[in-house]
Antibody, heavy 119, light 107 residues
Framework: QVQLVQSGAEVKKPGASVKVSCKTSGYTFTSYSISWVRQAPGQGLEWMGWISVYNGNTKYAQKVQDRVTMTTETSTNTAYMELRNLISDDTAVYFCARVRADWSVFDYWGQGTQVIVSA | DIQMTQSPSSVSVSVGDRVTITCRAS??????LAWYQQKPGKAPKLLIYAASSLQSGVPSRFSGSGSGTDFTLSISSLQPEDFATYYCQQANSFPWTFGQGTKVEIK
């Protein structure tokens, strides 16, 4: 069965970086792309970006594009999202999601990773 | 960027009621629209894609319709497990965007 398992919760100070992993299984990793979505406390869903596992192409949301890097490691079927220069507004649950190629929808999701940014 | 506006923001209903949620895009997106259900502390779950196609395993009481700029998600007879927050999402063009969510609460 398709699974996306994310790394554990993180507490970071403002200005630090965080790297969240998303280990996938149950499907051919290179046949689907991955997106990252975050959700601040009590708020809605915010799309952060997309990466093609096939060729490494990326698209980022303007809000984070200067601070985020999304990568994949095909040897371990794992996707990564690194966010730098953290601010308090980055406190959120971060989700990875598999993207269906035909309609660009998120058909499987990771369980979420809580990132808290606090001095 | 394409803005997605959902209405209502919240709705109080009883088990067995029919619920309709609307989502409006700031520009035409053809049928590039998905609906998700999210329960507290959980990841979202895909319900509908391509505006009206039911994701595998999703009960048939869920249905979607629309194209262009106006879309609806309907739940024909609300069940206790359907109380959740629902989001629309456009995938017509980057950046992909979500609606602000509609919380379906128990009356």
């Amino acid at each position: 069965q398709v699974q996306l398992v994310q790394s554990g919760a993180e507490v970071k100070k403002p200005g630090a970086s965080v790297k969240v992993s998303c280990k996938t299984s149950g499907y051919t990793f290179t046949s689907y792309s991955i997106s990252w979505v975050r959700q601040a406390p009590g708020q809605g869903l915010e799309w952060m970006g997309w990466i093609s596992v096939y060729n490494g192409n990326t698209k980022y949301a303007q809000k984070v594009q200067d601070r985020v890097t999304m990568t994949t490691e095909t040897s371990t079927n794992t996707a990564y999202m690194e966010l730098r220069n953290l601010i308090s507004d980055d406190t959120a649950v971060y989700f990875c999601a598999r993207v269906r190629a035909d309609w660009s929808v998120f058909d499987y999701w990771g369980q979420g990773t809580q990132v808290i940014v606090s001095a | 960027d394409i803005q997605m506006t959902q209405s209502p923001s919240s709705v109080s209903v009883s088990v067995g009621d029919r619920v309709t949620i609307t989502c409006r895009a700031s520009q035409a997106i053809s049928k590039w629209l998905a609906w998700y259900q999210q329960k507290p502390g959980k990841a979202p779950k895909l319900l509908i894609y391509a505006a009206s196609s039911l994701q595998s395993g999703v009960p048939s009481r869920f249905s979607g319709s629309g194209s262009g700029t106006d879309f609806t998600l309907s739940i024909s007879s609300l069940q206790p497990e359907d109380f959740a927050t629902y989001y629309c999402q456009q995938a017509n063009s980057f950046p992909w965007t979500f609606g602000q969510g509609t919380k379906v609460e128990i009356k």
